[in-house]
């Protein structure tokens, strides 16, 4: 069985449990196949985002898997900085709930920027999203230890 497909039937206890599962996963992907080092911290994101890059166009049928897989990695880069949580809450203006990170009334929903990284292309760099967003945070809210 694969990882993916192991991560796919695992029952987690929790969300939480379940973004840093497949964010350990991304972590081992990106060192594996990419040989990049995924580290969790703010630096890490130009990893990320160079790794996206040398994705190809992305089929649809594996969009799904990526999103959770990098989307996950890039929200712990900002729950362990801010001591967040995962939460699941409806993303403004659809009606679909996703994983998103709460952080002092602020939400970030990382596996939706990834999936706009993914779809869209580099002009949705995550690393500038990652650069304004913790510049906005570290104003407001006090950095984890």
Known sequence: MTAREQLANTSFE?????????A?????????EYGK???YTAASVDALDSILSALPS?????LE??????????GEVFRRRYSAEWTMS????????????EIGGSRIYPL????RRLTIGASE?????????????????????
Not at 90 to 101: D, I, N, Q, R, S
Not at 125 to 145: C, I
């Open 24 to 32: 350990a996963e991304a972590v081992r992907v990106a060192a594996t």
């Open 90 to 101: 409806e993303y403004p203006g659809a009606k679909f709930a996703v994983p998103t990170l």
């Open 112 to 115: 939706l920027k990834v999936h």
């Open 58 to 62: 992305v089929p649809e049928a594996e």
């Open 37 to 39: 080092k995924l580290d």
């Open 14 to 22: 929790s969300l939480d449990a379940m973004m840093q599962a497949y």
């Open 125 to 145: 760099s995550l690393a500038n999203f990652a650069e304004m967003a913790q510049k906005r945070l570290d104003a407001s809210h006090p950095l984890a230890n």
């Open 65 to 74: 898997w990526l999103t959770k897989l990098w989307g996950s990695y890039f």
